[in-house]
């Protein structure tokens, strides 16, 4: 399973960016489609994650102003960013658990940077 972002850069605050992710290859080895971001000198965190069905869920400091969502038919999961704010700079990641073995897959990450 290859995954690729796509959809970063520069942001004021207060503004607005859509990321999206393509997976490619063995996709049917996923269900499960996650957004992770790691700022400089912290640890990498979860930010969203979707299910094949719709189903979602969101970290604390995410939830109501991004939404995550995928189309299937195109392989494609998207994370719509609202109200940006500095600390939500970092290098987002796209990843995939694997159905039978539970490996994640990621991506190789974006970088997305709010600043004015």
């Known amino acids: 399973v290859q995954l690729v972002e796509s959809g970063g850069g520069l942001a004021q605050p207060g503004e607005s960016l859509t990321l999206s992710c393509v997976a490619s290859g063995d996709h049917l080895r996923i269900n499960v489609m996650e957004w992770y971001r790691q700022a400089p000198g912290k640890e990498r965190e979860i930010v969203a994650r979707?299910?094949?069905?719709?189903?979602?869920s969101y970290s604390d400091s995410t939830r109501g102003r991004f939404v995550v969502s995928r189309d299937n038919a195109k392989r494609t999961m998207y994370l719509r960013m609202n109200n940006l704010k500095p600390e939500d700079t970092a290098v987002y990641f796209c990843a995939a658990p694997d159905r039978g073995t539970g490996r994640l897959y990621w991506g190789r990450g974006i970088q997305v940077t709010v600043s004015s």
């Open positions: 979707i299910a094949a069905n719709g189903g979602s």
